[in-house]
């Protein structure tokens, strides 16, 4: 079992955090853990090569068009739009269900339906400009991931990517040139973006009827510190690290996490809309203890 510090990963920066647990998700038996730095740095302990790995790992553009949420899928006469409605939803949960693909459960339910009828979306697929579905902004995200894919994810890896023209998944507050401008050029980590996507798959959006949750969201998402989010210490896998967000998001005292390996925790600071026709997010973080 080899060790591998992923400077490039942060666990300050919310797209880092989710990418690194996407890392446990798309790589079986490898474990995460945090270093104990003021900025936290992802380590993976890992038997073999991390990137070589990884890029055997990473979906290919026709394993994306697969997943459930696609909007046209092969196994579905029923479309799957930006708005969706109950109907739609249901037909692609039977699918999801016998084909055991979570990412239906990250981005939608029906368990609250949205004036004009329409399912509601989860924080991390929040509303991008032109209607694009989560799906379609995955796929761009993949087709941007070409050439030496070994070198690229050692450059995520390490923090030295150059970033490429993009969206992204839509809320990655490190994509704007200017930091704050919604309508600035854009720029994302193609890496980043699509392990991200895979790390909210432990992340699953449920519904009370009148009000949308997404696992590890307290308030509505313009909040300060709506969605906070752990590091730790102990290397763990996908599933112990499924775990161990039950525990940090159960309410116990600091000293009870503690207990359990946490190390830190930090909070969600959303980007205020300009405008009410601002339908863009971006979340940065500030560091709650």
């Known amino acids: 079992m080899s060790t591998f510090r992923a400077v490039g990963l942060r666990g300050n920066w919310l797209n880092g955090w989710l990418a690194a647990i996407g890392v446990t998700v798309l790589l079986p038996g490898t474990r995460l853990s945090w270093s104990s730095d003021v900025i936290p740095t992802a380590i993976f302990e890992h038997e073999g090569d991390l990137a070589d790995d990884l ?172 969605f906070a989010w752990p590091v730790w210490q102990p290397p763990l896998g996908r599933w112990a690290i499924d775990g161990l967000l039950d525990i940090a998001w159960s309410g116990q005292p600091l000293t009870a996490l503690k207990v359990w390996g946490i190390s830190g925790l930090f909070g969600s600071v959303a980007q205020q809309p300009r405008s009410r026709s601002d339908v863009s997010r971006a979340y940065a973080s500030e560091r709650l203890w």
């Open 55 to 226: 890029a055997g790992a990473i979906p290919s553009e026709e394993d994306i068009n697969d997943l459930t949420i696609a909007r046209h899928h092969s196994k579905s006469a029923v479309e799957l739009p930006r708005r969706v409605d109950p109907d739609a939803f249901a037909d692609r949960a039977r699918l999801a269900r016998a084909s055991r693909d979570g990412s239906l459960e990250t981005t939608i339910t029906d368990l609250v339906v949205e004036d004009g009828g329409w399912c509601a979306h989860a924080p991390f697929d929040p509303p991008v400009p032109k209607g694009l579905t989560l799906h379609e902004r995955l796929s761009t995200v993949r087709a941007a991931i070409d050439g030496d894919v070994h070198s690229a994810i050692e450059d995520s890896l390490c923090g030295r990517a150059r970033r490429s023209q993009g969206n992204g998944l839509g809320f990655d507050a490190l994509r704007f040139a200017s930091g704050v401008q919604a309508q600035a050029d854009v720029a994302i980590d193609p890496i980043v973006e699509l392990a991200c996507f895979y790390g909210t798959l432990l992340l699953p959006v449920r519904g009370g009827g009148s009000t949308i949750r997404q696992r590890g969201w307290t308030q509505r998402t313009l909040r300060r510190h709506a």
